[in-house]
């Protein structure tokens, strides 16, 4: 199978999206859940790193650009509908979180309530340089 080919084998949503997680290759963890666009999924298949695309900002986003915590890709899989993508990666400083946590996934429901139960590892300010 060529890139194209595998490409063409992703189901695109009505955006031309895929879902993407991210789990820690060596303990299964969830780290985080984005958004790849067509050149996206190309870049991280080509470059061996996640790249994502920012709904927000409306461009390609290579996970770490700023903080430095790159997701190097170790495997990468699609599901049986072939319309999500699930990726194995080595999270470079632990912290896959904008928040400096080690993952997005840090809420736990609790007598009907959301609790943050994962410590912030190094606060956004200082990884972003903002105060």
Known sequence: MNDAQILDAIRWNGDGLVAAIAQEHDTGRVLMMAWMNREA????????????????????????????????????????????????????????????????????QEEGQWVAVDPVLKDAGEIYGKP
Not at 66 to 80: A, M, N, P, Y
Request: aromatic share 8%.
């Open 41 to 108: 999924l190309a870049l991280t298949l080509k470059e061996g790193r996640a790249v994502y695309w920012s709904r927000s900002r409306g461009k390609l986003w290579r996970k770490g650009e700023e903080s430095g915590h790159v997701q190097k890709l170790k495997e990468i899989r699609i599901d049986c509908d072939a319309d999500a993508v699930l990726m194995q990666v080595e999270q470079v400083g632990g912290i896959a979180c904008h928040t400096g946590r080690h993952s997005c996934f840090y809420l736990r």
